[in-house]
């Protein structure tokens, strides 16, 4: 069954470092996004991401971050200045169609700040 | 009022036990609502989706929703030790790729 991979699982940093959290979608999916959760919260949007711009955003996605779709197959958030209540859960997802059947989501990559 | 609600738990019930997860919520324009697993610190995994009122069915899981009441329902039936997860309700509304509004998830526990 295909699958949303994101790398690292997890990743530790200091505070006010700059981290790049990797997530591959699933091959023919055209819409991406990414969540968040922090630790005994809930699954919070951050960003959905079409053809190659922002759809929509959060008031979580400050200027301290931004998405990129690199290349054919990567979609990468970027946190540019670390703070500590930035640790969390943060989650990619992809769907093939806007009609919302659902996303598929990755297993996450863990951020802890320091 | 949050905009969707639903109870922590965590629920606790014996193998073969019929389940009964719920949430409510508050945002009459919500049109899609979908019932996902997580099993602890893993992403998401979608179950069941429903558009609109109605029942949808899928072997041991049933939802439910009901627009006049901004409530929805995930029934399993037969529980197993294996369903032990927490269980999320998300939903979002009528126009393309709109973000999902998640519930904070109730954590189910099936003991054997």
């Known amino acids: 069954e295909p699958e949303v991979t994101q790398t690292p699982s997890h990743q530790v940093t200091q505070m006010g470092q700059e981290v790049i959290l990797r997530c591959v979608p699933i091959?023919?999916?055209?819409?991406f996004y990414w969540y968040r959760q922090i630790l005994g919260q809930k699954v919070e949007f951050l960003v959905s991401?079409?053809?190659?711009?922002?759809?929509?955003k959060s008031e979580i996605f400050d200027d301290q971050f931004s998405v990129e779709r690199p290349d054919g197959s990567n979609f990468t958030l970027k946190i540019r200045s670390t703070k500590l209540e930035d640790s969390a859960m943060y989650f990619c997802?992809?769907?093939?169609?806007?009609?919302?059947?659902?996303?598929?989501f990755g297993s996450g990559t863990r951020l802890t700040v320091v | 009022q949050k905009e969707v609600e639903q109870d922590p738990g965590p629920l606790s019930v014996p193998e073969g036990a019929i389940v009964s997860l719920n949430c409510t919520y508050s945002?009459?324009?919500?049109?899609?609502f979908m019932w996902y697993r997580q099993y602890s610190r893993k992403g998401p995994e979608l179950l069941m989706y429903?558009?609109?009122?109605g029942n949808k069915e899928d072997g041991r899981f049933t939802a439910q929703v009901d627009k006049s009441s901004k409530y929805i329902s995930l029934f399993i039936r037969d529980s197993q030790p294996s369903d032990s997860a927490t269980y999320l309700c998300?939903?979002?509304?009528?126009?393309?790729?709109?973000?999902?509004?998640f519930g904070t998830g109730t954590r189910l526990l099936v003991s054997p």
């Open positions: 945002n009459s324009a919500f049109q899609y």
């Open positions: 429903t558009y609109s009122s």
């Open positions: 991401f079409y053809n190659n711009e922002i759809s929509e």
């Open positions: 091959s023919n999916h055209l819409y």
């Open positions: 997802a992809s769907s093939e169609s806007d009609f919302n059947y659902g996303y598929t």
């Open positions: 998300a939903m979002s509304g009528n126009t393309g790729f709109q973000k999902l509004v």
